[in-house]
Each structure stands twice: as structure tokens, then as C-alpha cells.
């Protein structure tokens, strides 16, 4: 298990609901897209890498060697990426879109709804499936790091291009005006402090992990 990678942690939650209910999910799903306002309070979340609710018939689940299942239920797979603890992040949804997810969820079975957050996070504990493998190309970066220094990088491609026909004061002042633009997008990636007792024991499997691998590459190496 994996859940965690650097400054993310990656949540899979699997829901059941009666196939003769789904409908109504797929036309929430439609009316969300063509609607993206009702989303407006899960755009604001800045700790969120990505999310997405899919909806899988019995029929389309893979057989990978296990035979054919038979299953009785339509299942809601909601997938996402994001930073900080998990209490956070559930409690930053319910907060910010309690009506957005009731309605998401709207036909899964039991749901307890997303107020009070306490029975909403009790629900989804009991329906989370743990990650195996979790791979972040960008570990030591929440969300907000990757936005700036994409920031910074257009700061430094106007720069070069000023660089080369501007004369020294000229070049001096436009320095000035994009670090001026930018002068809070230069935090230091890295690994943020421990949030919870998860991160932690995460963390220190990974570590042991790579010294691990060190020491074989050295030893065949060698």
C-alpha cells in the first residue's frame, strides 16, 4: 500500500448502487459537464491534483485471470489526487460542495450524505481501496508549486527575450518588474512537514526502500 507520494496522496473509493438507480447518476454527470458551475466550490479547492467519478457496470469489469464475476451492483469508482491529510481533504469537499457530492452520490447505497462530515467520513473509509502503486512525477510539489513555478518559467522566457535587445538599464528595470510578478511564486519544493502518522511510516518505507536498491546496484555493481 501507497496511498502517499511526497506532498500527495491518491484516494480510489469504490460505491455500490442499484443498477435500476444509475440513470439518474449518468444525467447528474451530464447536466455537471454541460453546467460546470455547480462546480464552482470544487474548483476553488486549491489542494486538488484531480478527481473524477466513473461509473462501471458489472459487464465491464476486466477479468484479469480471476474468471467472470457476477455481480449484483453498478459501481461508482472516484478517483483523486491531492494534498494535505486526508481529514483535510474531506473535510475541504464537504465544506466547499456538501450539495455537489450528495448529488454525485446521490444513488450510492447507504449513502449517509455529506453532513455531518463524520458519517460521510465513515463511509468513506469503509468503501476506500488502498493504492498498491502510486507514482507522482512532481513528489516534492503540491499544486500550488507546480502553478508558480510555471509562472516563473514564462517570467524567465520574457526575460531572455528582453535580455537580447534591451540595453543594461533597460534590461535592469524589466528584471525588477518580473521579479516584482513573481516574489510569491519562489517557494522551495520539497517534502512538507508531517501531517499525520501515515506520511510518516510512508515516508520511512521509502526510504528503506531505496537504500535498499542502493545496496544491491553497489554490490553488482561493484
Avoid at 464552482?40 to 459487464?59: E, T, Y
Avoid at 457530492?101 to 450524505?113: G, I, V
Avoid at 517557494?187 to 521509502?206: H, I, K, Q, W, Y
Wanted: hydrophobic share 40%; glycine share 6%.
Amino acid at each position: 500500500m501507497s496511498n502517499i507520494a511526497g506532498k500527495a496522496y491518491a484516494m480510489n473509493v469504490v460505491t455500490p448502487s442499484k443498477p435500476w438507480l444509475t440513470w439518474v447518476n449518468r444525467l447528474i454527470f451530464m447536466v455537471a459537464r454541460g453546467v460546470p458551475s455547480v462546480l464552482s466550490g470544487l474548483m476553488g479547492l486549491s489542494l486538488i491534483h484531480f478527481a473524477r467519478w466513473v461509473l462501471i457496470k458489472p459487464s465491464q469489469w476486466p477479468d484479469l485471470g480471476q474468471g467472470k464475476e457476477t455481480l449484483r451492483n453498478d459501481y461508482m469508482l472516484f478517483c483523486s489526487n491531492f494534498n494535505g491529510t486526508w481529514d483535510q481533504y474531506i473535510d475541504a469537499f464537504s465544506d466547499g460542495i456538501p450539495n455537489g457530492l450528495d448529488l454525485f452520490w446521490y444513488t450510492a447505497t447507504k449513502y449517509p450524505q455529506s453532513i455531518p462530515v463524520a458519517t460521510f467520513k465513515n463511509y468513506i473509509t469503509h468503501n476506500q481501496v488502498f493504492t498498491d502503486y502510486y507514482y507522482n512525477a512532481t513528489p516534492g510539489s503540491a499544486q500550488r508549486d507546480v502553478k508558480s513555478a510555471m509562472q516563473v518559467n514564462r517570467a524567465i522566457s520574457e526575460l531572455a527575450q528582453a535580455h537580447a535587445t534591451q540595453s543594461p538599464e533597460e534590461f535592469a528595470k524589466t528584471y525588477q518588474k518580473h521579479l516584482l510578478k513573481v516574489q510569491n511564486c519562489l517557494g522551495e519544493p520539497g517534502f512538507g512537514p508531517v501531517a499525520s502518522l501515515d506520511t510518516e511510516r510512508a515516508d520511512m518505507n521509502r526510504m528503506r526502500a531505496v537504500q535498499n536498491m542502493a545496496t544491491v546496484f553497489d554490490y553488482e555493481r561493484g
